[in-house]
């Protein structure tokens, strides 16, 4: 079966998503992403991410550009017949990102294909992506947010369920894809519990277009974690996760054990005032002592190069469909 039997037809998707075969975006995990990650990730035929804030200084994020284009555009040179996926970068658009006009300075310099964006919505974000032909997909945990995002200029929407890892919503997939769908005919991408083949054709049954899977990706070898985030990965199921606002402001998905090696009690964390929400240093201190993760980790069982792991949903993916025809 060839890859272009895993999409099914729609007339609607702009720019690059247009030619992505296989329906997976890898989430921007931050501090994790990498240009080593993303690269493994399109080259396995999944859209692969990072965060613009993922490089430290911010004078980094155009060396990781031109390393991602330049590495990228030699595969597809020597491989025509099997091109790497289209690549995004997540730009933080909260007011407590200082970075966000210079970064998407590089981004339109570099030609991102696809923008990612969250925590806000800015028309001019979206404008600079269109000026060179780049498609912004914008992350939502509710109705309301989505539709402000495609007033201001987004094209599509990455809708963030219960169970996502990190920051995430509490609304069903069922609900919130079918109350998207009630308004939007663009491309939407469903977030939430998703690290397996069957989820990913699940996703697609219910109206969206793409899988949005994250919490996967931290289990491999590529993967900027510690030893022991991806080991706890492997271990943990849904029952190892907690869901909290006490470390960014805004409610997230955490392992755990991290939390309790971290000297808290996860039954008694304290509630953030979203207004304090940080994401430079100590945000990054955070986020790198107390581990993100999504509730679908059940279906990682053990640490594997990128390459194996997307070879696993697109197997998995295939196995569902055929028990369905």
Not at 36 to 41: G, K, N, T, V
Not at 56 to 74: F, K, Y
Not at 305 to 310: A, I, K, N, R, Y
Request: charged share 20%.
């Amino acid at each position: 079966m060839s890859d272009q039997n895993y999409l099914r037809p729609r007339s609607a998707l702009p720019g690059a998503l247009a030619k992505l075969k296989f329906p997976v975006i890898a989430s921007p995990l931050f501090i994790i992403s990498n240009p080593e990650l993303l690269i493994a990730q399109c080259i396995a035929g999944v859209v692969g991410s990072m965060p613009a804030l993922n490089a430290r200084p911010s004078s980094q994020l155009s060396d990781w550009l031109a390393q991602i284009t330049e590495t990228l555009d030699a595969h597809n040179k020597a491989n025509p017949d099997r091109p790497a996926a289209p690549f995004a970068v997540n730009q933080i658009v909260h007011k407590s990102n200082d970075r966000l006009e210079s970064d998407m300075q590089v981004c339109v310099r570099y030609r991102v294909p696809i923008i990612i964006t969250s925590l806000g919505a800015r028309p001019e974000i979206n404008e600079a992506a269109h000026s060179y032909g780049g498609v912004v997909m914008h992350d939502v945990i509710n109705n309301k947010f989505a539709q402000k995002a495609i007033e201001k200029g987004a094209d599509g929407l990455i809708a963030v369920a219960a169970g996502a890892g990190g920051h995430a919503g509490v609304k069903s997939p069922f609900a919130f894809i079918q109350e998207l769908r009630e308004w939007f005919n663009g491309p939407i991408a469903l977030s939430g519990s998703i690290a397996n083949g069957g989820a990913i054709l699940a996703a697609q049954a219910m109206g969206a277009d793409f899988a949005y899977i994250g919490s996967a990706f931290i289990a491999t070898q590529e993967a900027r974690a510690s030893q022991e985030y991806k080991e706890c990965i492997v271990s943990s199921n849904s029952d190892d996760i907690v869901y909290t606002n006490a470390f960014t402001g805004v409610n997230g998905n955490y392992l755990v054990p991290s939390i309790i090696n971290a000297g808290l009690d996860p039954e008694n964390l304290p509630q953030k005032d979203s207004s304090s929400m940080d994401f430079g240093s100590s945000s990054t201190k955070a986020w790198r002592d107390i581990w993100g993760a999504g509730q679908g980790i059940g279906a990682v069982h053990g640490i594997v190069p990128t390459q194996e792991l997307v070879e696993r949903l697109k197997r998995e993916y295939l196995e569902a469909r055929a028990r369905l025809l």
